[in-house]
Every structure is written in C-alpha cells, then in structure tokens.
C-alpha cells in the first residue's frame, strides 16, 4: 500500500493517502519501503566488561544504521548479566547512550555456569525480555526443566543455544567435509539436535516457551516443524549467516568463518531457507557478535567464535530472500520485526495507529558495497566485506526520532 505516515511525538498518528499537516517535518519516502522498526533479538554488545570490542552506544548506532530499532542484548557480559544489579547497570546505559531501543536477556543460571538458577525474578522486575545462557548452554535436564518452570510465572521465553559440549568439544567447524579436507576438528550436526530435542519435550511437558537460538541444520529444523504442529511452543531463529554461507567458506582459513554454532552443509542452509519460506522459522536475529581484530588474527583453532551482522543482516536478507523471489516483501518484514516482537512479546513491530513510531525506512535497489571500514560498529569481523548486495536501510526512526539518515552519511 501506498501512504503517508504521520508521526506525533513518540507515536504513529495516521497512516493515510494524503496528509497535511502545517509545519510538519516532512521525509520523502517515495519510491522506498516504509516498514515497522526492525527487532533483532540477538546480539552481543559487550558492556559491561569488554567495551574495547563493542559498547550499549556503538552497538545501538550499529544498529540504526542497519535499520534496527530494537536489539536484545545476550547476557555473556563481564559480569554475567545474572541478577538486577547488571540489568539495571544496561537499562541505564542504554537509556544515557543507545539511540535505538536495547532490551537486556538475563542469564538462566548463575554465572551461566548451568547450576543454579540466576536472579530471574528480580531480573524481571528490571527489565530482561527473555532469559538464557547462550554460548554456555545448560547441560542439565533438570535444571532446564526448573528454569522453564520458572519463567513461565513471568512469561519469559527461554532462549537456548543448543549445543551438547560432550559432542562438540574442541570443534571449531562444521563436522563433514571440509573439517576432514582442512584437518580441522569438526562439530557434529547432533550437538545441536540433541539439545533441540531435548528442549521441545522439556517445553511440552512444561508448558514453557522455549525459543531456538541460531538455528543451523536440516534435522533441527525439522524438529522445529513437527512440534510446532504438535502445538507445542518452541520458535525459533536463524542467522543471515547461515542462509548465506556454507562450511565451504572455511576453506580460505579466514576467521570470519568462525562462529558457532559453525557453518554447515549446503543441504542445511537449502533446509533453513525452506524454513523460512514456508515458515517454520520465526525470526532472522544476526548474533551479532563482536570481537577484537587481534584475537581474530590468531590462527583458525584459537580466534574466537562469532561475527559482527547488524549493518549487513538486512542487506543480505533483501539480496538473498526478496531479490531471489523466495519470499515476498511482507514475509520479510514479518522475519525482521512483527515476528520477532511476538517471540519476545514485545509491543513493537506495528505501523497501526497509536504504536511507538519505531520505523525502518530502507530502498529495495540500493547498490551496498559493504565496507567494514565505514561500520559503527566497534568491530570488524564479518565475512561479507567487499560483497555487493541489493537493497539496504536508508532512514530509521526510534519513537519519532531520526537516528539514522544515510543522506547524512554521503
Ligand atoms: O559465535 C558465537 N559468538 N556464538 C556464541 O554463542 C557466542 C558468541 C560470542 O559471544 O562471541
């Protein structure tokens, strides 16, 4: 639909052919997409405790130049966030330095150790939007099954990054192939699986929400699927990483190749995309994970695992999904906002009369050269530098206010 879109104060006023109003601040959308603000419900900005990676301010402009309007934020900071004290700490930075919304995700266990269980109450009443331990998934059943018992007095999904670590342990690329070719130690596909299927039941016979984070291959998926025609209440997210690129990328030893969970096969990332046309898979989150240049630098077993994703997540998601005609504009912008929001139960990802005005402007056939150099972000470590993608974020709006122009950039 074509329209004019009235913003007052902080809230969306109209969305109507025509409007005038005297005075008004007008930005000319024509020809460009007007979207509901983009939600990515996974990212690491590394304060407290690592700010010389990423902090709550250059994350959040990283964000906005991406197009994002809200981004939560993991809690494997030093410290962990695993009680009020921290959480307060973020909620309080953000709200003196972000200019995007940033909405914290506490720890399910103590120091996500997977013992006891973190300050989850007291969390809540702080501010956390959903709870987890990734990068440190919770080995014990029993405690899972408690921490989903418990969330569920705060409806508060439980987000797992399901990797058994007996079955992956000192991996550091996909199982298959090009570990064998590269002589590198691989993590099988059933690290993951394990664990999802281990979760789904966990969320069956407790009733929890149980939400899978960066979901990589075929039989996950697939598990995904068959629950939630079961009814019972898992979602899940997949990275753009993993919709774009192979474990056949590790074969440069670059180690912007490195995440985990790793890259896998060709028939996982042809499964995933499947997910996401027929829509099994809830959300597009970029794990947008920060690290050092030096510590990237080190050789292909030592650098750290994770890549940077929020200037690039909906360029890539354009190019790859839109542009291909896989799937339509409007399944787009339900995998990067509206689906997002009701994953985390989040009043955002609505243009409708009287919502915040958290808008995500973007041009369907920009040429993006992408350029880590010209990123906000603090960090540099992504595999797509010099990829050039069609379509990419132009203007974005957080509660009425401009935050990103990239009128302003050239
Ligand atoms: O690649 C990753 N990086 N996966 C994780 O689970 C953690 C993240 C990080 O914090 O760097």
């Known amino acids: 639909m074509q329209a004019d879109v009235l913003i007052q104060d902080d ?31 996974h990212v690491h900005l590394r304060e407290p405790g690592r700010e010389d990676k990423e902090t709550i301010a250059t994350g959040a402009a ?34 003196d330095s972000a200019i995007v919304n940033v909405l914290p995700i506490g720890a399910i266990t103590r120091e996500s150790k997977g013992e006891q269980l973190a300050e989850i109450g007291e969390m809540y009443q702080a501010g956390i939007v959903a709870i987890s331990d990734d990068g440190h998934p919770v080995p014990n059943a029993m405690v899972m099954r408690r921490a989903m018992q418990y969330a569920m007095s705060f409806n508060l999904p439980v987000v797992d990054h399901c990797e058994c670590k007996h079955i992956s342990a000192g991996g550091v690329v996909n199982e298959g192939f090009y570990s064998t070719l590269l ?34 291959t075929a039989r996950a998926l697939q598990m995904v699927r068959e629950a939630k025609s079961r009814g019972i209440r898992v979602t899940c997210e997949v990275t753009p990483h993993h919709f774009t690129l192979t474990d056949a990328a590790v074969e440069t030893f670059d180690t912007n190749t490195k995440m985990n969970p790793p890259l896998r096969s060709a028939a996982d990332v ?5 997910g996401i046309v027929d829509g099994t898979v809830d959300a597009i989150a970029t794990d947008h994970a920060p690290h050092h240049a030096d510590e990237k630098a080190l050789e292909y077993d030592k650098a750290p695992f994770g890549i940077i994703g929020l200037e690039t ?59 880590p150099t010209k990123f906000r972000s603090k960090s540099r470590n992504t595999p797509f530098a ?7 974020p132009v203007a974005t709006i957080v509660a009425g206010r401009v935050v990103y122009n990239c009128k302003e950039e050239e």
């Open 183 to 216: 002589g590198l130690k691989g993590i099988s596909h059933l690290a993951e699986e394990l664990d999802v299927q281990r979760d789904i039941l966990l969320a069956e016979a407790t009733g929890a929400h149980v939400h899978i984070a960066h979901l990589s």
């Open 313 to 371: 997540a909906l360029s890539l998601s354009l190019d790859r999904l839109y542009h291909t005609g896989k799937i339509s504009l409007l399944r787009l912008v339900e995998l990067l906002s509206t689906g997002p929001a009701r994953v985390f139960n989040l009043k955002r990802g609505s243009l409708e009369v009287g919502a915040i005005a958290d808008v995500s402007i973007f041009d369907l056939n920009k040429v993006v050269r992408v350029d």
């Open 62 to 95: 990283a964000a906005a130049a991406g197009g994002f309007t809200t981004v939560c934020c993991m809690p494997n900071t030093q410290p962990v966030n695993d009680n009020a004290t921290v959480t307060r700490y973020i909620v309080e930075r953000a709200r």
């Open 386 to 392: 010099g990829y050039v993608l069609r379509g990419g």
């Open 270 to 274: 042809e499964a995933i995309i499947e």
């Open 11 to 41: 809230r969306i006023a109209a969305v109507l052919p025509d409007i005038y109003v005297e005075d008004a601040v007008i930005f000319d959308a024509t020809g460009l997409v007007v979207a509901p603000g983009l939600i990515d419900l």
